[in-house]
Structures are given as structure tokens and as C-alpha cells.
């Protein structure tokens, strides 16, 4: 993960910007709708602008923010 956005993803992930624990998709704490993350599986580390706005998993975290 690069040290510019590190910030916010650890953010993220402690707000709980994820649909589950399996998710390979992170979503920005500030700007869900249009900063996303991906989990990268060979470089064991979260790549900014890879995730999956609009997906189903989006649509699961924006639920899951509306309740907190």
C-alpha cells in the first residue's frame, strides 16, 4: 500500500467499509461512491482505484453505514 493513502485505508478498515471479512473490496471512508481499494493477492496490499464502486458489495456497505 502506498504510504499516500495508508491513512485511509486503515480508516476504512476500522470503520468497517467492507461488506465481509472474505471482501477483496475496501471503500473509502470519506468518498465511498467514488474511492474504492482492492486487495491484491500477489503484492499483499490494497491498490487505490482497483475496487468495485457500484457493485453489490458497495450497495452491502452503503446499507451497512446507514444503520450506524
Given at each position: 500500500?502506498?504510504?499516500?493513502?495508508s491513512?485511509?485505508?486503515r480508516?476504512?478498515?476500522?470503520?468497517?467499509?467492507?461488506?465481509?471479512?472474505?471482501?477483496?473490496?475496501?471503500?473509502?471512508?470519506?468518498?465511498?461512491?467514488?474511492?474504492?481499494?482492492?486487495?491484491?493477492?500477489?503484492?499483499?496490499?490494497?491498490?487505490?482505484?482497483?475496487?468495485?464502486?457500484?457493485?453489490?458489495?458497495?450497495?452491502?456497505?452503503q446499507?451497512?453505514?446507514?444503520?450506524?
Open positions: 500500500m502506498a504510504a499516500s493513502y491513512r485511509d485505508v480508516k476504512a478498515l476500522a470503520n468497517g467499509m467492507f461488506p465481509s471479512c472474505s471482501s477483496s473490496c475496501l471503500f473509502d471512508f470519506e468518498h465511498p461512491e467514488s474511492v474504492s481499494y482492492a486487495w491484491d493477492e500477489s503484492l499483499k496490499c490494497w491498490m487505490k482505484g482497483a475496487g468495485c464502486p457500484q457493485s453489490a458489495q458497495f450497495e452491502a456497505v446499507r451497512k453505514a446507514q444503520m450506524c
